[in-house]
């Protein structure tokens, strides 16, 4: 599971499914994040069920 964030933005995505997954100028990491904040769509996408790791 990769987590992604765009490089100059806070929210990290997780969800590849996610409308906002950055797919270029971005910063992953395979580890959950400790700085920044979770992406509400993608959050609702997992709760959901819905989100395409
Ligand atoms: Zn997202």
Redesign the pocket.
């Known amino acids: 599971m990769a987590y992604r964030r765009r490089n100059g933005h806070d929210?990290w995505?997780?969800?590849r499914n996610?409308t906002?997954?950055p797919t270029s100028d971005y910063k992953e990491q395979s580890t959950k994040p400790t700085t920044g904040e979770l992406?509400n769509?993608?959050r609702s996408k997992d709760s959901a069920g819905t989100c395409t790791k």
Request: proline share 0%; aromatic share 20%.
């Open positions: 929210t995505h997780y969800c996610c906002l997954w992406c769509q993608c």
